[in-house]
């Protein structure tokens, strides 16, 4: 280790041995202080504050034992060398109880003892001096870091707020039929979203939405997508008459599609759409890479809904097919994210799949059931977003 001109104090009553150290310790790079007593050695060491200290132990006046106490009250970092031509072993333990950094026994033979001594007492004291910089750095970063998770939770609080205020009523009647739904964000914020909307007294369409990734970006993107939704229906008039509904499907999809991939929001999303007759009691609906599938709940069965396409935001120029399926009385229409899967017991995707549909089948429709049914109160730290969309039709 270079030495440098590392300031050391020498405190010895013994000429001879005093001016020795002094002498080596300077040809070795370092800086001396010395002094004859503890009382004139304590009064350097406050005014000029040496790195090391080496005391002898039996000195008149003030001892190397009081010496050590003074330094430690003084500066607890500094490291203090006890020298002693008396190897009584109590007064080894009692100054190494005391903190010293090292006992000598003198006449000091070999002077690269002490050399050595002295070094490694100096890197102590700069590892010490280190971890107690590194300590407060740590200290001034964690509440930096604090600060900003303050902020950041605030600001997805206030998110929070406004994905909450874009989501529809979470109960929806419609003459026969009601719609309601649930989204559990994994975090502050949600991938998920589900929306819904009239056209006239015939149709209303709603749609349920998993976007790519998780948190702020994710919950941006749905949105976005609740406002262009809305504006690509208001352009094109979708669902009023003018066209077949699968054109209006396709229509709709094709052009969400093609402005999420012009407004490069790095996202894609999967999604079910559907648009129920209210007239022919008839759900038509379209599928862009979701999973799982809606469920078809009816007094006589249970069963998954036919259906695929590719998600939206990856490719452009896309077509999407329409679905049909009849809506009897008491039969009820179930959609899900993807995040119900990961909360399954099952590992396999198809044993998931099986294990939702025979929870489905063993309870009521409505979403107090579905609740109840897969526990959905008891979901706590959930590894993904979870949204679910319950429409049922009343009658027997």
């Known amino acids: 280790m270079p030495s440098g001109s590392r300031k050391l104090l020498i405190i010895d009553d013994d000429t001879i041995v005093r001016e020795s150290v002094v002498a080596y310790l300077e040809d070795s790079g370092f800086e001396m202080l010395e002094a004859d007593q503890g009382v004139v050695g304590m009064a350097l060491f406050q005014q000029h504050s040496p790195e090391v200290v080496l005391t002898d132990l039996r000195m008149p006046s003030m001892d190397g034992l009081q010496v050590l106490e003074q330094v430690h009250q003084l500066s607890p970092e ?14 080894v333990v009692k100054a190494l109880r005391l903190g010293a950094s090292d006992f000598l026994i003198k006449p000091l033979v070999d002077m690269e003892v002490l050399v050595h001594a002295v070094e490694k007492s100096l890197e102590r004291r700069d590892l010490l001096a280190q971890n107690l910089q590194y300590r407060d750095e740590l200290e001034a970063a964690n509440s930096e870091l604090k600060d900003h998770l303050r902020t950041l939770q605030k600001d997805q609080e206030a998110g929070r707020r406004v994905q909450q205020q874009l989501l529809p009523p979470k109960k929806v009647t419609k003459g026969e039929y009601c719609l309601e739904h649930r989204i559990i964000p994994s975090l502050f914020l949600s991938g998920d979203f589900i929306d819904l909307a009239y056209t006239g007294d015939r149709y209303f ?5 998993d976007v790519s990734g998780h948190g702020a970006s994710s919950a941006f993107a749905t949105i976005w997508l609740k406002h262009a939704t809305a504006e690509v229906a208001h352009t094109w008039q979708l669902f009023t008459g003018k066209r077949s509904v699968a054109e ?29 007759d209210i007239k022919l009691n008839r759900l038509y ?90 526990k959905l109160d008891e979901i706590v ?11 049922s039709r009343s009658g027997s």
């Open 78 to 91: 500094t490291p203090v060398i006890v020298m002693s031509g008396v190897g009584v072993m109590g007064d």
């Open 205 to 209: 369409s709603f749609y349920l939405t």
């Open 285 to 374: 609906y379209a599928v862009a890479g979701h999973l799982p599938l809606m469920v078809l709940k009816t007094p006589d069965q249970t069963c998954f809904l036919e259906g695929k396409g590719r998600p939206l935001g990856l490719f452009p120029n896309q077509e999407w097919q329409l679905y049909e399926a009849e809506l009897p009385p008491g039969s009820a229409v179930l959609a899900f994210s993807d995040g119900i899967l990961e909360v399954m017991p099952p590992q396999d995707l198809l044993e998931k799949e099986d294990y939702l549909l025979s929870w489905l089948s063993s309870g009521a429709a409505g979403m107090d059931n579905i609740n109840r049914t897969l």
């Open 248 to 276: 209006d499907m396709n229509i709709g999809l094709a052009e969400v599609n093609r402005l999420l991939l012009e407004t490069r929001l790095g996202h894609h999303m999967t999604c079910l759409v559907g648009v129920v």
């Open 381 to 391: 730290d959930a590894p993904d977003d979870i949204a679910v969309l319950c429409l």
